[in-house]
């Protein structure tokens, strides 16, 4: 006999298992939500660049295309109703040579493409009057793009997926799933304590954990579970003041964005993400990398001495490609196709996820195996 049982069990509580649970709870569904951490959003959610992103470089029609432009007006509308800390900077993507105006054309073109708001191409003296510190030939201006205080902007979630009925249990995790006559029987171990609750439905939306998480599900085909890699980024900051307004980022290249600037809500400069293909959980910064951030930073920012960089924090994003060369699409699976119905598997989701949460849920909570 199950210790408890729901309609709905969501497995993980950074930003996007957050905005499930709430807007499950809204929708008036009895909604479980486990966490293994002692908090939420204790990993990829918190260890990023906090950038509402406008949804530039994503491939036309891909899930990211189309959740990122919603995602990012949802959002703002979201904090500013709320009171929650978010920074309409906008966005210069830099091009430091003539090559690279020519692919600002293109980032351009698709953004548009992806329905992007007021993208502009700006040079010489209108680049001049935005930034007169920045050195760079060109650049692509988006307006849409900001930063957001997402420990402020996980926090209501929380509360507002409780005060909705929700219960979030942290220090608890999903340990496996059994299906059943009405659907899984999961056992979850609370510091060392397992307890048997019954579920209908699954969202397995665990981050890094995704993986194990369906590994767990007896139900599921083990054949479609996708790998699971990581992508480490390291952060810098500096306590000198920044001369910027907005945020800076180089021409994407080798399957990242660049090491770009952004500010926080307070107008403080951080640096990164690099990337770094590991194969074990690590949040070190590496001091001696102080010098590649400062060689890619100084191209746009000349002014900035390497000793004014100070290490910061990382991240590690989850991937289910070995390296940047392919596009990783938001990756949704409807578990039904596997041999697990009523459960659906989120893998991989990595930025824009934090600016597509809101209407991430929308859509995952939309799907037939959810209702």
Known sequence: MADASTDLLVVGAGAVGLALARKAAMDGRDVILVEANESFGMETSSRNSEVIHAGIYYQKDSLKAQLCVKGAHALYAFCESRGITTRNYGKLIVATDQEQCHRLEDLKAKGEVNQVPGLEILSGKALAEKEPDLKAEAALYSPLTGVIDSHGYMAQLEGEAENNGATIAYQSRFKSAVKTASGYDVIIDGQ???MVLSCRHIINAAGHGSFAVSKGIDAIDQASIPPHYMAKGQYFTTTKKPPFSHLIYPVPSGGGLG????????????????????????????????????????????DLDEQDLVPAWAGIRPKIYADGSVFQDFTIQEQQDHGAEGVVALYAIDSPGLTSSLVLA??????????
């Open 192 to 194: 060392g304590e397992e």
């Open 259 to 302: 090491i770009h600037l952004t500010l926080d809500v307070q107008g403080g400069a951080r640096f990164g993400p690099d990337i770094q293909w590991v194969d074990a959980v690590d949040y070190t910064v590496n001091p001696n990398d102080r010098g590649k951030f400062h060689q890619l930073v100084s191209s746009y920012w000349p």
């Open 362 to 371: 929308d859509y995952v909570l939309g799907l037939e195996s959810l209702s």
